[in-house]
Every structure is written in C-alpha cells, then in structure tokens.
C-alpha cells in the first residue's frame, strides 16, 4: 500500500503535470487544488527538486514546476524515494535487500520465490508507467 506522502507527491506532480507550458505554480495553489496540506507538501516538493524531477522559480511568477517530462517520470522512483522498497520482504528487495533472520537458505525458501515473482512483475509495470500516463488515464 502506498504511504500518504507518495499519495501526495503523485497528486502534487499531476497538478503540476497539468500545468499549460510548466508554468510554475505556488504551493498554496498545489495544496490547494490537490487536498494536500502545505506543510507536508513543502517537504514533498523540496524532497522532489532534490531529486531533479521538480524546480522552482523564486519572485513574481514563481513557484514549482516539472524539471523532467511526464514521460521521464517513472512510477517506481518516485515510490522507493517516498515509499522505500517496492518488494514485499526485505530478502527480494533490489535496492534495500536484507536477509531474512528466520530463513537458513533464501535459494529453498518457497515464499522468497514467490515475493520474487511478484516483485519482478510490480516492477515490470512500475518502471515503465510515468506521470504521463497517470496523466493521459485522467484525460
């Protein structure tokens, strides 16, 4: 299940997705707009520009906005920066693997198979589906 900051931050990038020319857009607006309190959404954001998927434009006429096309946005990144790991057990994870302290042997364990099988089809999925294509499903 998705946490509610990468609940927040793919609402927040479709808003800012939806913007004529990446206009940039004030947080209140965002915040405004998406039911997203502003100060969870100010962490968000910054969090994003970090990761060079977002900018911001300081003064008149500033705000946020999308460094990268909707289409170079892919889902799973932005999950594992808010969400952590995509796979279900530690001891299938890509990026944040651990062995498990109660299995002796992970090549026999018939649940690591399993989570295995469904990390790799999450992410078959996740990696190739971006904010354009949440913002194409929204029309």
């Given amino acids: ?3 509610k900051k990468t ?4 609402h927040a990038l479709t808003y800012l997705g939806k913007q004529e020319n990446g206009q940039p857009v004030l947080i209140s607006e965002v915040s405004e707009h998406t039911m997203v309190p502003k100060k969870f959404l100010e962490s968000i954001l910054l969090e994003m520009k970090k990761a060079g998927i977002l900018t911001s434009r300081m003064g008149k006429g500033g705000g946020y906005y999308l460094l990268k096309d909707p289409k170079d946005i892919k889902l799973a990144d932005v999950i594992r ?4 790991p995509i796979a279900l057990l530690p001891c299938v994870s890509l990026n944040y693997y ?5 299995c ?4 026999k364990c018939g649940l690591n198979k399993i ?3 469904v990390r790799n089809d999450t992410l078959k999925i996740l990696a190739n589906k971006t904010l354009k294509d949440i913002l194409k499903a929204e029309g």
């Avoid at 920066?81 to 952590?84: H, K, R």
């Avoid at 002796?104 to 090549?107: A, I, L, R, V, W």
């Fill in 1 to 3: 299940m998705l946490n």
């Fill in 7 to 10: 609940k927040y931050a793919f």
């Fill in 81 to 84: 920066m808010f969400s952590g």
């Fill in 98 to 102: 651990e062995a498990c302290a109660e």
């Fill in 104 to 107: 002796k042997d992970e090549t």
């Fill in 115 to 117: 989570m295995m099988q």
